[in-house]
């Protein structure tokens, strides 16, 4: 692991946005700009605090987006009853200031050259760490053999579709399902990831892959034991749930 | 238990604060069952004063973090022993 990413202390900083790009209709990447940003890996995230005039705080992670060598990226989904993400999917423009620490995570982390093969499996925003890992193997020009199952409500709910597709090809697969609607014949799974989908498209068991989940934690609970029932080792794959977190 | 939790990746700048290391590469040994976890794997629930987190397989309570003006309470009582990677 890059030293710089887990020596030091963990301090509050003033970060600027510096760009905020709309995926879907809910999601919102923010490009932030921190002076002293002791750089990244793949998988870790972010605590951003908000306060209001009053006093009151607030703090949510967020995973972060961007490949370790590109400028630092939150993608942030906007929940109904949050008291954060409408603020920065919905609000923050170009130059505002926001206040932020990290990174944070040793657990859920890839490196290019830590080995593979890989399976990434996301459930809607939880494909943001797995995609700063896609990005992280794509700067790195690592050929580590990855497939992500990716699955979204609609195809408009996909985050990073163009990217994705972009980046698919010789050892990176990108399967999708879509759980809610199809469009006309749409060639991908359309139900929720199960033990038949995983069967068709996780490594074996015994290929020495690695795996990552990241999800709501009702996906990451039927992923994950989905896995383990078709021969996995449990050891061999990470979990990260994600939801509101209110503090 | 229904209630929906999260795990001790949620918990990681929160811990980094209460214990000055990055924690969830800390490997923590249950008191209850013996297990033994990283700490990014425990079973968190987050309430408006503070987080609990359990252990993956039993369910007992391995730390308690509660939040207070000007301090917090750290509760550890459910852990055997907590394993924390040095980085000198």
Not at chain 1, 159 to 164: A, N, P, S, V
């Amino acid at each position: 692991m890059a030293r710089a990413a887990v020596l030091g202390r963990l301090t509050w900083q003033l970060a600027t946005v510096a760009d905020a790009v709309a995926e879907t209709a809910e999601v919102r990447t923010l490009v932030l700009d921190v002076p002293g940003w002791p750089g990244h890996l793949a998988g870790q995230h972010l605590d951003v605090r908000l306060t209001a005039e009053d006093g009151y705080r607030a703090e949510r992670s967020y995973s972060i987006a961007s490949a370790p060598g590109d400028r630092l990226a939150i993608t942030v989904q906007r929940l109904a009853d949050g008291e954060v993400s409408p603020y920065l999917v919905d609000e923050l423009r170009p130059g505002d200031e926001l206040e932020l620490r990290g990174p944070i995570g040793g657990y859920f982390v890839w490196e290019p050259g830590r080995g593979g093969p890989l399976l990434l499996v996301g459930g809607g925003s939880g494909v943001v760490p797995l995609m700063a890992m896609i990005r992280a193997r794509a700067e790195a020009g690592d050929e580590t053999p990855v497939r992500l199952l990716y699955s979204s409500r609609t195809l408009d709910d996909v985050i990073y579709r163009e990217e994705l597709e972009r980046l698919a090809g010789g050892a990176l697969e990108v399967v999708h399902t879509l759980t809610r609607a199809r469009p006309d014949g749409w060639p991908g799974y359309g139900r929720r990831v199960d033990a038949a989908m995983l069967a068709e498209v996780a490594w074996r068991p015994g290929d020495g892959a690695a795996t990552f989940v990241c999800g709501s934690t009702p996906f990451v609970e039927s992923v994950a034991s989905a896995l383990v029932g078709l021969g996995h080792a449990p050891a061999s794959i990470r979990t990260e749930r994600y939801g509101g977190v209110p503090r | 238990m229904s209630e929906t939790y999260l795990d001790g990746n949620a918990i990681g700048g929160l811990l980094w604060e209460v214990f000055g290391v990055e924690m969830t590469v800390a490997t923590g040994v249950c008191g209850g069952c013996g297990a033994s976890r990283a700490v990014a794997e425990l079973h968190v629930y987050v309430r408006a004063a503070g987080i609990v987190a359990r252990c993956p397989s039993c369910d007992t309570v391995l730390l308690t973090v509660v939040e207070a003006p000007g301090r917090r309470w750290v509760g550890l009582s459910g852990l055997a022993r907590l394993e924390i990677p040095r980085t000198d």
